[in-house]
């Protein structure tokens, strides 16, 4: 069974780094493209990047230069490395394959001002 666990939130002043990871068991991640999803309070759930299997990035505009995903296949494992947080980036943040449409169950990214 493929599952998806995401590990890394908290709370974090504004200005400050968090790195989520993404840990993937059932199937390898070397052959698929990878997702990260946010969903704030009251809000739709969004895309804040995807990575494809050749290691081409997507960002959101409102994480550009901020956020970086990255992939280790050998851990079976995606990071979304976030600098420079902003209160506006608080959010339930999901780990997500696009193929099988699973996701993780989340993690909270809290961001203080």
């Known amino acids: 069974q493929v599952q998806l666990a995401e590990s890394g939130g908290g709370l974090v002043q504004a200005g400050g780094s968090l790195r989520l990871s993404c840990a993937v068991s059932g199937i390898i991640i070397s052959i698929n493209t990878m997702g990260w999803y946010r969903q704030a309070p009251g809000k739709q759930r969004e895309l804040v990047a995807s990575?494809?299997?050749?290691?081409?990035?997507i960002y959101a505009d409102s994480v550009k230069g901020r956020f970086t995903i990255s992939r280790d296949n050998a851990k079976n494992t995606v990071y979304l490395q976030m600098n420079s947080l902003k209160p506006e980036d608080t959010a339930v943040y999901y780990c997500?394959?696009?193929?099988?449409?699973?996701w993780g169950q989340g993690t909270q990214v809290t961001v203080s001002s």
């Open positions: 990575i494809t299997t050749g290691g081409s990035a």
């Open positions: 997500h394959m696009p193929a099988l449409n699973r």
